[in-house]
């Protein structure tokens, strides 16, 4: 009873403001199905890590130092970089880069989208982020959560949890938040331009050795890009050599479904109430809301300069398929364009598009990695 007392009495309001936000998240996770597989366990994991003297987290006992299981996972998966680059593995084995071959200009779509990054860095600095965590801030607008866990971890970052959290959560929330963006710099005749599609076969050996160029040619420009790159890379090199089809499934099931698990509850040990429930907090989700509407904007934006010039037009909400979030953009904007027109089909431009930003955003993560230097 005396233990039961101690633990109650030692409860704190920031303890409690965890345990509603770790309730919020496995809310939107179960009920609105946003993101469930991190989600779920991120605020799982909130909940584990905010419960006073929680045995889940490193504690002080007779003044030794017990080291904690998320702690742990978090020194092996997290701060080695480990569990992130796994992840892109998986990733890169469930992308089918078909689209994107058959129509090489959208890769400017994909770097256009990472236009809020760089603004978002600059407006972190001005608001008194130190440089490193203001570009840790500003991957957040990617929408890319491996590559915003692993810059904010490359650069040590004081808000790795933040972050995380931030940059889930709005990939969770393209649905809402990139229609809400497009409208704000499209005219309904706009979002009714038609782009034809033909669809062009792209040969086995184009597939397989795309991912080993792109992995020399990033690795060139920006050489602290490679193992984000490189593991992207490797993964669907596995997928298209049509030699490890056991593995490439292994890849995009049994290794992302554990490292996803892995990854979502491992976060939760930097969320502690005493280092979460800040005013910085708040000033990074609202930098990482920042960043991503005005990723949306840019992309969108530069298919409007281009059809200054040119004479077939591009649906401008193309463009704002260039961020990483795939392939929830690509139908989002497919389901925008049939909205204003039921007869009018650019999914595979924006399939394209979304790939493009999942290159770009590795690539953005790479380029701030190789700028900033310690």
């Not at 009714?192 to 060139?220: C, D, N, Q």
């Not at 490189?230 to 049994?254: H, P, T, W």
């Not at 990854?263 to 990482?288: D, H, P, W």
């Amino acid at each position: 009873m005396d233990f039961l007392l101690d633990g109650i009495f030692a409860i704190t309001i920031k303890q409690v403001v965890m345990w509603i936000i770790g309730g919020a998240l496995i809310y939107l996770a179960i009920v609105k199905e946003y993101e469930p597989t991190l989600l779920l366990p991120m605020g799982f994991g909130a909940i584990l890590a905010n419960i006073p003297n929680s045995g889940a987290i490193t504690q002080v006992i007779n003044g030794t130092p017990v080291e904690g299981i998320l702690d742990f996972l978090f020194a092996g998966g997290i701060a080695t970089e480990m569990f992130p680059l796994l992840l892109f593995i998986g990733i890169g084995a469930m992308i089918d880069f078909g689209p994107l071959l058959s129509n090489p200009s959208m890769l400017l779509f994909g770097a256009a989208a990472q236009f809020g990054i760089f603004i978002t860095i600059c407006a972190a600095t001005l608001l008194g982020f130190d440089l490193k965590d203001a570009a840790s801030i500003g991957i957040i607008g990617a929408a890319d959560g491996p590559t915003s866990i692993f810059v904010a971890t490359y650069f040590n970052s004081n808000y790795i949890a933040q972050i995380a959290v931030a940059a889930y959560s709005y990939m969770s929330l393209v649905p809402v938040i990139q229609p809400f963006a497009i409208k704000l710099v499209t005219t309904k005749k706009e979002r009714m331009i038609r782009m034809p599609y033909k669809a062009e076969s792209v040969s086995k050996k184009t597939r397989i050795l795309f991912p080993i160029i792109v992995t020399v040619i990033a690795g060139l420009i920006a050489p602290t890009s490679v193992a984000l790159i490189g593991f992207l890379m490797f993964g669907n090199l596995i997928r298209e050599c049509g030699v490890l089809d056991r593995l490439a499934k292994s890849a995009q099931n049994e290794l992302v479904n554990i490292i996803t698990i892995l990854l979502g509850i491992t976060i939760a040990s930097t969320m502690r109430a005493e280092e979460f429930v800040n005013i910085k907090t708040l000033m990074i989700i609202g930098l990482g809301l920042f960043a991503f509407i005005f990723d949306t904007i840019g992309g969108v934006l530069f298919a409007k300069f281009l059809n200054l010039f040119l004479k077939r037009k591009i649906n401008p909400m193309v463009g704002a398929a260039g961020i990483s979030a795939f392939p929830m953009s690509s139908r989002v904007i497919q389901k925008m364009a049939q909205k204003e027109d039921n007869q009018n089909f650019i999914l595979m431009h924006a399939v394209g598009a979304n790939v493009a930003g999942q290159i770009a955003s590795v690539v953005a993560g790479g380029l701030i990695l190789n700028l900033i230097k310690f």
